[in-house]
């Protein structure tokens, strides 16, 4: 349900999504967007482009170990609902 949220409000934004399960390849993508509660920070952190992980707000050890294993950004699951296209933007350098 989440994965189509994203897709949904991305695609919107005049992005082109793909969802998988598991990480993308490193030249795969501009751009990695995951669910720190079903990916392994640190291998979305090694894949190249930037990420952005989003998490539970009330899970506070996995925001620490997305950001000690270099996670570009991270952050709540509320924020990400708000502001994902734009920040997305930001990321790609779109503004």
Known sequence: MLASRVSESLGSAGHQVVVTAAPPEAT???LVVCDLETCD???VAGLGPPAI????HLDTG????ATSAGVDLVIPRS???????ALVDRMLGQR
């Open 41 to 43: 920070p640190a291998a």
């Open 79 to 85: 924020r990400m609902a708000r502001e994902l296209p």
């Open 62 to 65: 996995t925001r620490e170990r």
């Open 28 to 30: 795969d993508c501009d």
């Open 53 to 56: 992980g989003f998490y539970s």
